[in-house]
Every structure is written in structure tokens, then in C-alpha cells.
């Protein structure tokens, strides 16, 4: 086959469609798997259970609010040493609040606001497509292999391998990353619970890291529901008043 400048800019066009329509595919994938975990507004209750390697046990119970994308909330309820505190998040900005301080600390991704192994982060977590974009996905039958990175240098992890089923298009297993492909932590993803409204996601979400040995973090969600929630709630004025939320 004589294969002319033209026949040579077609193929080359072709493949630069197709990886195109792929990454486009991996993506469009990545917002469902978000849809299937996060309504568009809703409230939650979740408790986070933080255990030493002694078997020592600390635990919070927090009700947290979520809408669009970016934009999340939580209350501290228990233990009676944190009862007031509250936390927010839009896009890659943290606060938190005290009731003692009166007037919101800005805080970060890596830090924890209840020192265990879950950072900010993975407490406050938007929606995985706002931070990331597919850079490979792979099928090996029942799942979906997706590796994800970092839409820009904010984000609290470079690389995100997650582990999605098919069935049920959610994740099961999540490895969070450097650039370098070094271990930080791993998200195991438990538990799939009918909460009601057409939501059925994971309940339990356990972690560990090899820098943190012997240490584990249980994040519960044990309520959610939908409901519509106005811009106000996501602002630093409102991080005293988010108790009044609850019904």
C-alpha cells in the first residue's frame, strides 16, 4: 500500500480522535461513579473512628452538608470536647471553626481535624472529577481500573488509583499517591447500603497507610438524604450557625 502525506495525516487524525473519545469516555465515567457516591445537595450524618495500634480507639460523630461539586460543611457533634466545631470547604480552600476562637482558621488538605488517618482531604472530599482526570482506564473484567491525576498541584494527592465495579459503577479500593507512584494511603470502600431517595453507596470507608503503621481510620455514614441547601450555608459567616440545619 503507497501510503502519500494525505493517507498519513488521516491515520494520524484518527488516532488522535480516538484517544480523544477515550479520555472523554474515562471521564464521563469518572462523573458517574461521583453521581452514584454524591447526590447533587444533601446532609449526612457519618461517625469516624480513629484506632491506635494498641487497639486504643477514639471516635467523632459529625453531620456534614455537600452541594455541587465543591462545597461541603461538617458539624462536630461528639465527643463533648469537639461539640461545636465546624469545618468548611469550596474548591481546595478549608476553614475551621471554634467556637472558643470565635472567627474561622484557614487550614489544609494534609492536615487532620481529628488526627487520625483520614486528612481534611478525605473528610471534606468533593467530588473525585472536580480534582482529577483520567489518565488510563483498563477493564480486567469485573472492574474498572482507573488511574487519575491531579488537575493542578492543590490537590492533597498527585495520583489516585482507584478500583471501580462494574455492577454497581462505585469504588471499591482507592490508592492515594505521589508523582512518584509512593504509597500514601489506601481507601477500602464497604458496605453498599440502601440510604433511600435512589441513594445506595458505600457506607463504610476504612484507610491505612504504610506511614502510619498500625494505625487504621473508619469512616460510617450512617444517614443520608436528599435536600436542597442554599449557597449561604457554604460561607465563612455561616460555620458558626450550620447546628441550625439540623431537623
Not at 445537595?41 to 495500634?53: A, G, T, V
Not at 483520614?118 to 468533593?126: M, R, S, V
Request: net charge positive; aromatic share 10%.
Amino acid at each position: 500500500m503507497i501510503k502519500t502525506p494525505a493517507f498519513a495525516l488521516i491515520i494520524a487524525l484518527c488516532i488522535m480522535n480516538f484517544a480523544a473519545f477515550g479520555s472523554e469516555d474515562g471521564n464521563s465515567l469518572l462523573k458517574r461513579i461521583d453521581a452514584n457516591l454524591n447526590p447533587e445537595s444533601y446532609e449526612f450524618y457519618r461517625k469516624l473512628i480513629n484506632i491506635e495500634p494498641d487497639g486504643k480507639k477514639k471516635e467523632f460523630t459529625l453531620y456534614a452538608v455537600k452541594k455541587g461539586h465543591d462545597k461541603v460543611a461538617a458539624l462536630f457533634l461528639s465527643p463533648a470536647s469537639e461539640r461545636g466545631r465546624s469545618t468548611l470547604r469550596i474548591g481546595q480552600n478549608y476553614w475551621l471553626y471554634i467556637p472558643s476562637v470565635r472567627k474561622p482558621i484557614r487550614i489544609t488538605n494534609v492536615q487532620s481535624v481529628t488526627g487520625g488517618v483520614f486528612n481534611n482531604a478525605d473528610i471534606l472530599g468533593i467530588d473525585y472529577s472536580a480534582e482529577y482526570r483520567v489518565e488510563e482506564l483498563s477493564d480486567n473484567g469485573a472492574n474498572w481500573l482507573f488511574r487519575l491525576k491531579a488537575k493542578n498541584k492543590s490537590a492533597a494527592y498527585d495520583v489516585l488509583r482507584m478500583v471501580v465495579e462494574k455492577k454497581s459503577v462505585l469504588p471499591v479500593k482507592i490508592e492515594c499517591m505521589t508523582e512518584a507512584s509512593m504509597l500514601i494511603k489506601t481507601l477500602y470502600f464497604k458496605n453498599i447500603k440502601n440510604f433511600g431517595q435512589g441513594i445506595m453507596r458505600p457506607s463504610i470507608i476504612e484507610t491505612d497507610s504504610p506511614l502510619q503503621e498500625g494505625y487504621r481510620s473508619i469512616m460510617i455514614f450512617t444517614e443520608m438524604r436528599k435536600r436542597k441547601l442554599p449557597d449561604e450555608v457554604f460561607t465563612l459567616n455561616y460555620m458558626p450557625r450550620i447546628e441550625a440545619l439540623q431537623k
